[in-house]
Structures are given as structure tokens and as C-alpha cells.
């Protein structure tokens, strides 16, 4: 072994040895490798070193060398290899050109290039770009190109090239001039990516987004959008057509200003209650509620509110349609409802007028009749006097029917002794009826009540019994009336099987139907709250024009 003189790195020791045993073997030898400088700065050196042999013996006398500081060209030269390594190994295409003099040859390709292309490095090398498009090369983007390269500056363009198996791809494209220390351009880099499916999905995107403005400016329907403020970001044309507003004077604002109250004083306590993870209770729900249009002037609308996120921000939607014409057609049907319950009610009290006048008389006077016959017949005749008894029994029948269907067509009661007392003969009838245990609570003293308000109260009186007795399977009943100042208040109350929602909604309840236009045309409403197994309560809100206590 031999020590050397100067300090070796400690990864470069295995080459000094081996080529020291090189040499004194007797071989040539030419090595690279480092040594260490004021003990931190590595430098490379290049050893070229000779053996000179003894003639008589041949064994190795001396060595001959010459030592050359190579540490700018190694670095150079790892320089180079990380920058074609990091090259190579790029997902983007890359190529290297020469210069117009020679019609700017491809001298260089990566591997991505090729694997995009499908073309082998010693196929392209030599060749122009051109080659790519074929016979496509009418294109107006590859004119781009050409004036950058014949301009010595920068380009970018997306163009049509074609694969070496002929299937198309759009080809992104930036091409830059490459100049030496002198500034003078050596050649071009282009750097290249494969980017159908990016412009296939933004062409998609493109005309879906065309597609989705199209319908939000051109749906019937008023479409706001708001944020988590309550201000409007963006409405659609038919917003300006249903309110009267511009865009401009919309957007910004805070979406009450399209509504009324009590809805434009409670919006942003909603909104607030909502997003500090309150309920939402108007989410995802058609609601009617009032507009307010630029004029003043208040419509009806139905309105359904929906939210989404978009990029960490949280938005409300609201579709708006205007139902102003549907409510007055429904006015007016309640209306026409209301115009002949009112004429059948009518009718029903001249047609138990009539029965009561003619056929009332008239059994009456069969009675009498009979009571004459039987005083005139001698006392023997005892067949006579059975038939007499029977004939009387049956028009005793007869004048109990007349009295109930007089009852049924217009209580007598009602337009006699007042609501309340027709209410509790009604109740107890039911009673007598059915069996149920009926429990009844109202004021002592009787109330005066505009002239058919009181028939429409009796008649959901009437119909929620006969709806009880038919469907509820209930034992107890219990009838509640409560007055004030200006309204009336029943709620009738059954232990039977109760409904479901859809049970109460279900096509064909007639029944129920009518006693929401009945109370409606009276200026009232009513709310049925019903669950299987738990009965039902109808509670009826009605609003009189007049009212006084005392006795009728």
C-alpha cells in the first residue's frame, strides 16, 4: 500500500487504491476523484498517472503524473445530468430545436413527448414539429407559432396534432428561444401537454353553463339568490318583471325589501337562528306568503327556499311564483261556494217552511180527524177503535219524521233560542244517537251573530259529529265554545282512533273540505290535529262582525 500526500475524500479512498494498484502493476491509469481543501471545500481532480519499469527486472520504479483541477467541469456536468434526468422524467412533453437555417429540427425528446406521440426518438430527431399535424395543417392557432419563431420571442397556442397510430389530441404548446452567454438564440425548447380531455371538459362546462343561463333567464318562475346576510346576489329577469325592480337596484340590497310584514321584520332573525345551527323551518317548503312590488302594491306568492355552498360560502335560493291570479279564481270559487251554501241554506228553510206549513197541517189535521172518527164510532165497534189506535200511532210516526227532516233541513231552534242552544240540543241529540258520553262547556249567556255566520257554525257542528259517529270509533266527545269582543272559538274534541295526515288530505273528504269553505266564507279558518290512536281536535276560529251578551 502507498500513502498519498494529499487529503482524499473519505467516499473517494476505494479509487486512489485501486488505481495505485493499477499503476504498480504496471498499467495506466487515468482516475477522478476528490480531495479535501482546508479540511471542508471538496474539490474534483483528474489523475493521469504512468508506471515507468525497471529494463532489467520490469518491476515498477517510478510513476509519471499529471494532476488537473476538474471541479468546474464536474459540476457542469452534474448540473447537466439533474436537468436532463429532471427532463426525462417530466409529465410534459419537451423537445429542443435548432434554428430556422435548418427548419428548426427536432435535436431532442423526452420520454414524455414520445409516449404522447407514440413515436420513437430516432424517428423524430431531425424532423419539424409540423410533422404532428399531418395533413391538418390548415389551423389558425399553428400561425401563432410560426410568427413567434421567425420573431425570436415566446408562443402559445392549442393545436391539432395526430399520433403515430392517427388518433387526434390537442396539443398545448409553448415554445421560448434558448440564447447562449452571448445572448445570441442557439435554439428553441417547446414544451408540450396533451390537453383534449381539459378542453373537452370546458367546452362541456361551457355549454352547460350556457345551457343552465339559458333557463335562469328564461324560466317563468323568479329565482333570487342570496347570501348568508340576506343580501341578493343575483335574481333573473322574471324577479324584475314580479317586483318591478332593476337588477341594480336589487342586487346588494337585503332580500326584505321584496317583502311584507310581519316577514320583512322576522327575515333576519331566521337567518341568524339558522345558521347558529337553529332549525330550519322553511327549508326545502312552498309557502304562501305576500310580496311588496316597487310601486307598493302587495301580491300573493308561493315561495320555496333552498341552500347550498359554494367554495366555503354558504347561499340561500328562492324560487318566487306569482299565484295572485290563483288566489283570486280561489276567492272567487269561495266566494261562488259560499253564494250557494247560502242558496241551498235558503232553500232548505223554505222547504221546511213548506213542510212545516202544508204537511205539518196537514198531519195535523188528520189527527184531529181521527179524534173526531173515534168519538163518533159506538163503543161496540171495537175493530174500528184498534184501527183508529193504529192509524194514530203511525201518524204520530209520521209527525216525529216531519218535525226531524224540519230539524235537519233548518233547526228551529237556532233561529228561535240563539247558536248556543241549538249547539247543546244538537250535542245532546248526539248523545241520545250514539251512546257517547259528551261533555259540553260554553258561556251562560247567549251571543247575536250576523245572519249566516251562525248557520255556517252550526253546519261544522254538525258535520263534525256525523264524522265522529261514522269514523272515530270514540266513546267521548267534549265540545268547548269560547267567545271574546269580535270572535268565537269551538273546539270539538273525540278519544277515537284519530288520522293520519294523508288519511286527511286523502281525495273525497267532502266533509272536511266543506267545513273549511264554510268557515272560510265567514271570514274564519280551521286547524284539525289528528294521530292515530291519539283522536282528533278541530278547533274553529271564526271572526263576528258582531257580538253582545244577553238573553235571547
Excluded at 390537453?195 to 333567464?217: P, Q
Excluded at 323551518?281 to 316597487?294: A, D, Q, T, Y
Aim: hydrophobic share 35%.
Amino acid at each position: 500500500a502507498c500513502d498519498w500526500v494529499l487529503p482524499v475524500h473519505p467516499d473517494d479512498i476505494k479509487i486512489v487504491q485501486d488505481r495505485f494498484e493499477k499503476l504498480l502493476a504496471g498499467c495506466e491509469d487515468i482516475s477522478e476523484y476528490r480531495v479535501v481543501i482546508n479540511d471542508s471545500d471538496a474539490r474534483y481532480f483528474s489523475d493521469h498517472s504512468l508506471p515507468v519499469r525497471d529494463p532489467i527486472d520490469g518491476g515498477v520504479v517510478r510513476l509519471y503524473g499529471v494532476l488537473q483541477d476538474v471541479t468546474s467541469r464536474r459540476k457542469n456536468e452534474e448540473e447537466l445530468y439533474l436537468m436532463q434526468h429532471a427532463i426525462d422524467s417530466c409529465n410534459n412533453g419537451i423537445i429542443i430545436t435548432g434554428l430556422a437555417d435548418k427548419d428548426f429540427p427536432i435535436i431532442y425528446a423526452n420520454e414524455a413527448f414520445l409516449r404522447t406521440t407514440g413515436y420513437s426518438r430516432l424517428f423524430v430527431v431531425g424532423l419539424n414539429c409540423r410533422f404532428l399535424q399531418q395533413s391538418d395543417r390548415d389551423q389558425a392557432n399553428v400561425s401563432e407559432l410560426r410568427e413567434a419563431l421567425h420573431s425570436y420571442r415566446d408562443g402559445h397556442a392549442v393545436v391539432r396534432n395526430y399520433r403515430k397510430d392517427g388518433s387526434l389530441f390537442l396539443n398545448e404548446v409553448y415554445i421560448s428561444p434558448i440564447r447562449d452567454k452571448q445572448g445570441k438564440i442557439t435554439h428553441y425548447v417547446g414544451v408540450q401537454n396533451d390537453v383534449t380531455g381539459r378542453i373537452e371538459m370546458e367546452d362541456l362546462l361551457s355549454k352547460n353553463e350556457a345551457r343552465m343561463r339559458s333557463i335562469f333567464n328564461n324560466v317563468f318562475d323568479g329565482i333570487i339568490i342570496i347570501n348568508e346576510s340576506g343580501i341578493i346576489e343575483k335574481i333573473n329577469p322574471s324577479v324584475e318583471r314580479l317586483f318591478g325592480y332593476s337588477s341594480e337596484e336589487l342586487i346588494g340590497y337585503n332580500i326584505n325589501k321584496l317583502m311584507s310584514e310581519p316577514e320583512q321584520g322576522r327575515h333576519d332573525t331566521y337567518l341568524k337562528t339558522y345558521l347558529n345551527g337553529g332549525k330550519a323551518k322553511i327549508l326545502g317548503f312552498k309557502r304562501e306568503v305576500s310580496g311588496v312590488r316597487k310601486d307598493g302594491s302587495v301580491f300573493s306568492m308561493e315561495l320555496k327556499v333552498s341552500d347550498f355552498d359554494v367554495e366555503q360560502r354558504h347561499f340561500f335560493i328562492g324560487t318566487v311564483h306569482d299565484i295572485s291570479e290563483r288566489k283570486q279564481a280561489e276567492e272567487a270559487l269561495r266566494d261562488l261556494s259560499g253564494h250557494l251554501e247560502t242558496a241551498r241554506e235558503d232553500e232548505r228553510t223554505r222547504i221546511a217552511r213548506e213542510i212545516h206549513d202544508e204537511l205539518g197541517s196537514l198531519l195535523a189535521a188528520l189527527k184531529m180527524d181521527l179524534s173526531w172518527l173515534s168519538k163518533q164510532l159506538p163503543a161496540g165497534r171495537s175493530a174500528c177503535h184498534e184501527k183508529i189506535t193504529v192509524m194514530n200511532r203511525q201518524l204520530d210516526d209520521a209527525i216525529g219524521s216531519v218535525r226531524r227532516i224540519i230539524a235537519d233541513l233548518r233547526p228551529s231552534i237556532l233561529d228561535h233560542l240563539g247558536l248556543l242552544a241549538a249547539i247543546d240540543w244538537k250535542l245532546d241529540e248526539f248523545r241520545q244517537q250514539t251512546g257517547m258520553q259528551c261533555v259540553l262547556t260554553m258561556p251562560e249567556n247567549n251571543i247575536v251573530i250576523d245572519d249566516g255566520t251562525d248557520i255556517a257554525i252550526f253546519r261544522i257542528m254538525q258535520e263534525a259529529l256525523t264524522n265522529i259517529a261514522l269514523h272515530s270509533r270514540a266513546t267521548k266527545v267534549t265540545l268547548v265554545v269560547e267567545t271574546a269582543a269580535n270572535s268565537l272559538v269551538m273546539k270539538i274534541t273525540d278519544n277515537g282512533c284519530g288520522m293520519t295526515e294523508a288519511q286527511m288530505n286523502k281525495p273525497g273528504k267532502y266533509g272536511i273540505l266543506g267545513m273549511h269553505e264554510r268557515a272560510r266564507h265567514c271570514g274564519g279558518e280551521i286547524a284539525i290535529d289528528s294521530k292515530p290512536g291519539k283522536g282528533t281536535t278541530l278547533v274553529l276560529n271564526m271572526r263576528l262582525k258582531s257580538s253582545e251578551g244577553g238573553h235571547d
